[in-house]
T-cell receptor, first 112, second 115 residues
Framework: GESVGLHLPTLSVQEGDNSIINCAYSNSASDYFIWYKQESGKGPQFIIDIRSNMDKRQGQRVTVLLNKTVKHLSLQIAATQPGDSAVYFCAAHSGGSYIPTFGRGTSLIVHP | DADVTQTPRNRITKTGKRIMLECSQTKGHDRMYWYRQDPGLGLQLIYYSFDVKDINKGEISDGYSVSRQAQAKFSLSLESAIPNQTALYFC??????????????FGPGTRLTVT
C-alpha cells in the first residue's frame, strides 16, 4: 500500500531564510502530489501541486521538486516569513484516485 | 462566508453518548470526505462520498457512520463515543475543474473530546 512520510517532524528557521520540507512516498504508481499548509486552528489549505510528468513546479515563493527515481518530493519556501509558520503536509494520489494518502506533517516554525 | 462549514466547532461529550458532526458546503462539489487528525498522525480518512447515493468506508470507519443528506451536506456520527475518538475532525470537499480536480478544500475542523 501507499505510505507517505515526512523526514522531519519540526523545522525551525530564521525569518528570511529558505526552508526545505521533505516528503518520501513508497508507491511508484503515485502520479500526482499536493502540498497543503495547515495554520493553527484551521483546516489544511492547498499550496501547490505537481504531476509525475514534471520534476519542478514554481509558485509564489514556493517551489516543489519531484524526484521519481528515489520517490521523494520537497517543498522549498523562499525568504521564509513568520506567516509561513504552520504544519505542511504532502499528499499523494495514484492512478487517478481522488483519495490521497497524507504524510504526517512537518511543523515549520519561523523565528523573527 | 466560509465555503465549508462544520458544526459544532468544539464539543465535549461523555463515553457512550451518540454525537453528530455536521458539514455543509457551498462550493457545489460532488465529493465529500471526513478525516480525523491526531497529533503526529496526519489525516486519516473515515468515510467519503462521491455523490448523494455513494458512501464509502475509509481506513478507520469502525465506530463511525455517515449520512449524505444532500449534495451540500455530509454528517458524521459517533454511535457510542469512546475516549480514543478524541481528536480533531475535518470535513473536506473536492470537485474543482481540471487541472485541480484532486484538490481538497477543508472546513475549519471540529475539536471533539470524549471523557
Amino acid at each position: 500500500g501507499e505510505s507517505v512520510g515526512l523526514h522531519l517532524p519540526t523545522l525551525s528557521v530564521q525569518e528570511g531564510d529558505n526552508s526545505i520540507i521533505n516528503c518520501a512516498y513508497s508507491n511508484s504508481a503515485s502520479d500526482y502530489f499536493i502540498w497543503y499548509k495547515q495554520e493553527s486552528g484551521k483546516g489544511p489549505q492547498f499550496i501547490i501541486d505537481i504531476r509525475s510528468n514534471m520534476d519542478k513546479r514554481q509558485g509564489q515563493r514556493v517551489t516543489v521538486l519531484l524526484n521519481k527515481t528515489v520517490k521523494h518530493l520537497s517543498l522549498q519556501i523562499a525568504a521564509t516569513q513568520p506567516g509561513d509558520s504552520a504544519v505542511y503536509f504532502c499528499a499523494a494520489h495514484s492512478g487517478g484516485s481522488y483519495i490521497p494518502t497524507f504524510g504526517r506533517g512537518t511543523s515549520l516554525i519561523v523565528h523573527p | 462566508d466560509a465555503d465549508v462549514t462544520q458544526t459544532p466547532r468544539n464539543r465535549i461529550t461523555k463515553t457512550g453518548k451518540r454525537i453528530m458532526l455536521e458539514c455543509s458546503q457551498t462550493k457545489g462539489h460532488d465529493r465529500m470526505y471526513w478525516y480525523r487528525q491526531d497529533p503526529g498522525l496526519g489525516l486519516q480518512l473515515i468515510y467519503y462520498s462521491f455523490d448523494v447515493k455513494d458512501i464509502n468506508k475509509g481506513e478507520i470507519s469502525d465506530g463511525y457512520s455517515v449520512s449524505r443528506q444532500a449534495q451540500a451536506k455530509f454528517s458524521l456520527s459517533l454511535e457510542s463515543a469512546i475516549p480514543n475518538q478524541t481528536a480533531l475532525y475535518f470535513c473536506a470537499t473536492s470537485g474543482f475543474s481540471e487541472p485541480r480536480s484532486y484538490e481538497q478544500y477543508f472546513g475549519p475542523g471540529t475539536r471533539l473530546t470524549v471523557t
